[in-house]
């Protein structure tokens, strides 16, 4: 089991930034890929970001250049640096972590942080 916990949403205007951050109860060595995805009114939840354990990045292509994923194994945390911010990416951000056992791929979620990106 792993327990996600996001922190750092909030309201900003256009071209600010954001840093948000995902705590795991659990060692992020033993999750195979971590990543946000957000999930806008009336919108499926989609992928923003995703880093896997051997620290290899993917990036959707409307985020691409303007944010950064990274994590931090001494913490057991993975970040998600949002630049150039743009009312579009006003949203729920949501952590994600996981893990592979024995061919069974088992998804965890956090409960989600808002960010709001407004003039």
């Known amino acids: 089991q792993v327990q996600l916990v996001e922190s750092g949403g909030g309201s900003v205007q256009p071209g600010g930034s954001l840093r948000l951050s995902c705590a795991s109860s659990?060692?992020?060595?033993?999750?195979?890929?971590m990543g946000w995805y957000r999930q806008a009114p009336g919108k499926q939840r989609e992928l923003v970001a995703t880093i896997t354990s051997g620290g290899t990045t993917n990036y959707a292509d409307s985020v691409k250049g303007r944010f950064t994923i990274s994590r931090d194994n001494a913490k057991n945390n993975v970040d998600l640096q949002m630049n150039s911010l743009e009312p579009a990416d006003t949203a729920v951000y949501y952590c994600n972590a996981r893990r592979l056992i024995l061919g069974r791929t088992y998804a965890y979620w956090g409960q989600g942080t808002q960010v709001t990106v407004s003039s």
């Open positions: 659990r060692n992020i060595f033993s999750i195979n890929v």
